[in-house]
């Protein structure tokens, strides 16, 4: 995956001519906005595996971003085969005294059980690593 340094490269080719040139912060600017455009369509997908302690409230991911972060998917229980995932209707935010936890409604896995939370983060790109795969990139 290219890092800050490759996108500045490339478009300094792209879009510099010999009349003008775009200022460094402009350029930057410009690559930053598209990086966020491109997390807005195409989101980067982690999954987290909790394993229950027999109760129905779990935190969120540490890199939940709110107002940006949504749950894709829970499988419950993890493993099975064909995997089992919960109808939306099954779980939900909920917006405790200090912070949002997901909310089982109707399961509390027990301490032998594990599910997988599936959710989106932004992408991000710095001089040395980028999450956004090359596919999308060019």
Same mark, same amino acid.
């Given at each position: 995956m290219k890092n800050f340094t490759d996108y500045q490269t490339k478009v300094a080719q792209v879009i510099q001519d010999a009349d003008t040139e775009l200022e460094t912060t402009d350029r930057d600017a410009f690559i930053e906005e598209a990086i966020g455009i491109h997390s807005k369509h195409r989101p980067q997908e982690k999954v987290l595996q909790v394993t229950g302690p027999g109760d129905y409230l779990y935190d969120l991911p540490e890199d939940w971003e709110e107002g940006f972060s949504v749950i894709e998917s829970v499988e419950y229980p993890a493993g099975e085969q $064909? $995997?089992?995932?919960?109808? $939306?209707?099954?779980?939900?935010?909920?917006?405790? *005294?200090?912070? +949002?936890?997901?909310?089982?409604?109707?399961?509390?896995?027990? /301490? #032998?059980? /594990?599910?997988?939370? /599936?959710? /989106?983060?932004?992408? #991000?790109?710095?001089?040395?690593t980028g999450t956004? $795969?090359? *596919?999308? +990139?060019?």
């Amino acid at each position: 995956m290219k890092n800050f340094t490759d996108y500045q490269t490339k478009v300094a080719q792209v879009i510099q001519d010999a009349d003008t040139e775009l200022e460094t912060t402009d350029r930057d600017a410009f690559i930053e906005e598209a990086i966020g455009i491109h997390s807005k369509h195409r989101p980067q997908e982690k999954v987290l595996q909790v394993t229950g302690p027999g109760d129905y409230l779990y935190d969120l991911p540490e890199d939940w971003e709110e107002g940006f972060s949504v749950i894709e998917s829970v499988e419950y229980p993890a493993g099975e085969q $064909p $995997p089992v995932f919960l109808d $939306p209707t099954q779980y939900m935010l909920y917006q405790g *005294a200090s912070n +949002k936890q997901i909310r089982f409604l109707y399961d509390s896995p027990e /301490t #032998s059980e /594990t599910f997988l939370v /599936t959710y /989106t983060l932004r992408h #991000s790109v710095d001089n040395n690593t980028g999450t956004i $795969p090359d *596919a999308c +990139k060019e």
